[in-house]
Nanobody, 118 residues
Framework: QVQLVESGGGLVQAGGSLRLSCAAS????????MGWYRQAPGKQRELVAD???????NYADSAKGRFTISRDNAKNTVYLQMNSLKPEDTAVYYCMSTITTITRQVYWGQGTQVTVSS
């Protein structure tokens, strides 16, 4: 059984910052890619950023220059530092990870709400 537990969401004014965290736990053999997606009301879930175990990062254009993804492999934890937040960043943010237990699967967290007020 694998769980991804997110924390760090909340309400912030435009221009402010938030840091999201997501920790993977359970019978884990190997954690490969970890990342963050978001889903705003009435929109499809979209990639924000992801990072490989080796540290290679990938960002959506909307996140470049404002968000930074990082991870701690020893803790199976991924972080998303979000700066210069805009109202259009308001969404539920989901942690995602490709994890090998007996088999390799994609796992999702329960989501954390980020609300940016103007």
């Amino acid at each position: 059984q694998v769980q991804l537990v997110e924390s760090g969401g909340g309400l912030v004014q435009a221009g402010g910052s938030l840091r999201l965290s997501c920790a993977a736990s359970g019978s884990i053999f190997y954690v490969n890619v970890m990342g963050w997606y978001r889903q705003a009301p009435g929109k499809q879930r979209e990639l924000v950023a992801d990072i490989t175990r080796g540290g290679t990062t990938n960002y959506a254009d909307s996140a470049k220059g404002r968000f930074t993804i990082s991870r701690d492999n020893a803790k199976n934890t991924v972080y998303l530092q979000m700066n210069s937040l805009k109202p259009e960043d308001t969404a539920v943010y989901y942690c995602m990870s490709t994890i090998t237990t007996i088999t390799r699967q994609v796992y999702w967290g329960q989501g954390t709400q980020v609300t940016v007020s103007s």
